[in-house]
């Protein structure tokens, strides 16, 4: 279903009856003698539903003028006027105007009153309204022309949620129409500024891979604009993902140097200095510095499979750096090899050598989180019944292990 949510404010009604302009939208299409701008946005959007948001003391009464038909009868059209103009307009009398418009449009209408004052209370109150007022919507088109000032950020958010809660993949937000209209023009320029919310995919695409060092939903981002970058951050990822640390290194060289040359428009171009930040440990760090990072990273987050995995594979691969060549860093048999060759080492000494002591600790812990077994030393043990125990022996093994 397709929503439209409009809002309606309030001003001085003429003698001689509200204004009506013309309202000319991008595609040439032009919406002439309109009096409440979200009827014409309706006209032009044909929604399944419009939904109009506003105060007690909002201009209800200019929402009817469009529909000329609507007959309300001249006592509930007089009752309408002076509830507007004493600013006491009810849910009832709005309700009754809701039903009449239904009848006569080819959408529903749904005519609701927000609070006054723009308090937080009444804010959560208006973002409430928008969200119960737009359920069962897989489309969605907000004008933000009219209205409090801070209502257009309130149905942002409104936007933003639905987006969530019924999952961005069958969910959208078609438009975000503005109207600006030059003082004693007849008629408004329509402004679609939906792109605006690219902004908050990019936030979160920005902060999952700083938590996670996945720059895939990144890569996703960019395929329309840059896929030749996109691709490399894709399979860089995803390569650093199953620890094939070259391979990775090697993409994200590509699309780092394609990066600079590039010129990003929108968002894009915003989180660039970002993205470029994150990559700024090809130049000097080896990869076990970097897989210790990531380790950390999640040790501070809270996230001990992620920290026990990461600081395992950071550790295994300064064996297989000291033992091997560079190049053989994502050789799962001399990594194999590297790890077993340690332990061998450490029989019988894991009680007197810190280093593998913490080494025993921390493959039991990873094979504890990824797989469910049962660890054998106590303290590792005792480490999974509480999540201050497990924290303190993770960063206590990390600063034996990851140096």
Request: net charge negative; proline share 4%.
């Amino acid at each position: 279903m397709h929503t439209l949510v409009s809002f309606i404010g309030r001003t001085g009604r003429p003698e001689q009856g509200y204004e009506r302009i013309a309202y000319n939208f991008p595609n040439g299409a032009v919406q002439n003698g309109i009096a409440f701008i979200g009827n014409g946005v309706a006209q032009y959007t044909k929604p399944d539903r419009l939904v109009i948001l506003g105060t007690s003391g909002s201009m209800w009464d200019q929402v009817i003028v469009d529909y000329p038909e609507v007959k309300l009868g001249e006592e509930k059209d007089l009752a309408l006027s002076d509830s507007v103009d004493n600013q006491a307009t009810t849910a009832e009398q709005l309700a009754e105007v809701a039903a009449a418009l239904s009848e006569t449009a080819s959408f529903t209408v749904d005519l609701r009153l927000i609070p006054e004052t723009p308090g937080m209370e009444q804010t959560w109150e208006i973002l409430h309204t928008l969200v119960d007022a737009t359920s069962g919507s897989d489309r969605l088109t907000i004008e933000i022309t009219h209205g409090f000032r801070h209502l257009p950020m309130v149905a942002m958010m409104a936007a933003l949620y639905r987006r969530i809660l019924d999952d961005s993949q069958s969910f959208s937000v078609d438009a975000l129409w503005y109207a600006q209209r030059p003082q004693g023009a007849q008629e408004a320029e329509m402004h679609n500024v939906v792109g605006i919310l690219a902004l908050a995919d990019w936030m979160e695409a920005i902060q999952h891979s700083r938590t996670t060092g996945d720059l895939s939903r990144v890569a996703e981002l960019l395929r329309e604009e840059a896929p030749e970058i996109a691709e490399n951050l894709a399979q860089g990822s995803f390569k650093e993902t199953i620890h094939q640390g070259k391979h990775a290194r090697g993409l994200y060289r590509k699309a780092r140097k394609s990066l600079s040359e590039a010129t990003l428009p929108g968002p894009a171009g915003l989180f660039r200095p970002i993205l470029e930040e994150q990559m700024g440990w090809l130049d000097d760090q080896h990869l076990h510095v970097r897989q210790a990072a990531h380790a950390r990273s999640a040790l501070e987050r809270k996230d001990y499979l992620r920290a026990a995995l990461y600081g395992y594979e950071a550790f295994v691969t300064q064996l297989t750096r000291k033992h091997h060549s560079i190049e053989q860093l994502d050789n799962h048999e001399k990594r194999k090899a590297a790890s077993d060759a340690f332990a061998k080492s450490c029989q019988g000494r894991s009680k007197e050598d810190p280093r593998c002591r913490a080494f025993h600790q921390l493959r039991q812990l990873r094979n504890a989180l990824a797989h469910g077994d049962q660890p054998k030393h106590a303290d590792v043990q005792a480490a999974l019944h509480s999540p201050q125990a497990l924290h303190r022996l993770l960063a206590e093994i990390f600063d034996q292990l990851l140096t």
